[in-house]
T-cell receptor, first 114, second 118 residues
Framework: DAGVIQSPRHEVTEMGQEVTLRCKPI?????LFWYRQTMMRGLELLIYFNNNVPIDDSGMPEDRFSAKMPNASFSTLKIQPSEPRDSAVYFCASSQGPRNTEAFFGQGTRLTVV | AQTVTQSQPEMSVQEAETVTLSCTYD???????LFWYKQPPSRQMILVIRQEAYKQQNATENRFSVNFQKAAKSFSLKISDSQLGDTAMYFCAFMNGRLTGGGNKLTFGTGTQLKVEL
């Protein structure tokens, strides 16, 4: 397996534009997580899914953020409209669950909103 | 809610020497897991070592070992025979062991930047 695949690796966009980040989890993993990493706040969980169903979205900062998982092999994180303070590295991770606890991370998407 | 604290923002060590990174956590859970992740400049998050709270024996993975003190809620990482490739940001993380209500999600510390020098 190629691991967790995220695209794009880098994204630069103008304030007010819509941004969509994509993630393909490892096949067979039941859990998918979206994390955000910033200098100020470190690594924080935004939302996670179990069997394609959102379980906890309490970390989603605002209504401008939304996430979907239409099937077991694909998830998106959308920001609309984007703002400069959304600039961060966004990680997707997946794990088997509930007893297999290791989370495998993608390489992240570095988002810059200018 | 759980919290994870790493009080050392930066550390350095000479190649081939041993270094210990500190981590403390706070939780009311009895069943949980603790992790150390490594993030090199490539940005990839890599699992270094994992400890189950119900196991008294400290986990080891080659040059990496932990000192898990459950009563003190302490979970330090020891790197022996440090190598240049160990230079990275190291994150301590907590996961509760419940099957529902937040199980499987990680709470991270703020990280320790480790530099291995010649």
């Amino acid at each position: 397996d190629a691991g967790v695949i995220q695209s794009p690796r880098h994204e630069v966009t103008e304030m007010g534009q819509e941004v969509t980040l994509r993630c393909k989890p490892i096949s067979g993993h039941d859990y998918l997580f979206w994390y955000r990493q910033t200098m100020m706040r470190g690594l924080e969980l935004l939302i996670y899914f179990n069997n394609n169903v959102p379980i906890d979205d309490s970390g989603m900062p605002e209504d401008r953020f939304s996430a979907k998982m239409p099937n077991a092999s694909f998830s998106t994180l959308k920001i609309q409209p984007s703002e400069p303070r959304d600039s961060a590295v966004y990680f997707c991770a997946s794990s088997q669950g509930p007893r297999n606890t290791e989370a495998f991370f993608g390489q992240g998407t570095r988002l810059t909103v200018v | 809610a759980q919290t994870v604290t790493q009080s050392q923002p930066e550390m350095s060590v000479q190649e081939a020497e041993t270094v210990t990174l500190s981590c403390t956590y706070d939780t009311s859970e009895n069943n949980y897991y603790l992790f150390w992740y490594k993030q090199p400049p490539s940005r990839q998050m890599i699992l270094v070592i994992r400890q189950e709270a119900y196991k008294q024996q400290n986990a080891t993975e080659n040059r990496f070992s932990v000192n898990f003190q459950k009563a003190a809620k302490s979970f330090s990482l020891k790197i022996s025979d440090s190598q240049l490739g160990d230079t990275a940001m190291y994150f301590c993380a907590f996961m509760n062991g419940r099957l529902t209500g937040g199980g499987n999600k990680l709470t991270f510390g703020t990280g320790t930047q480790l530099k291995v020098e010649l």
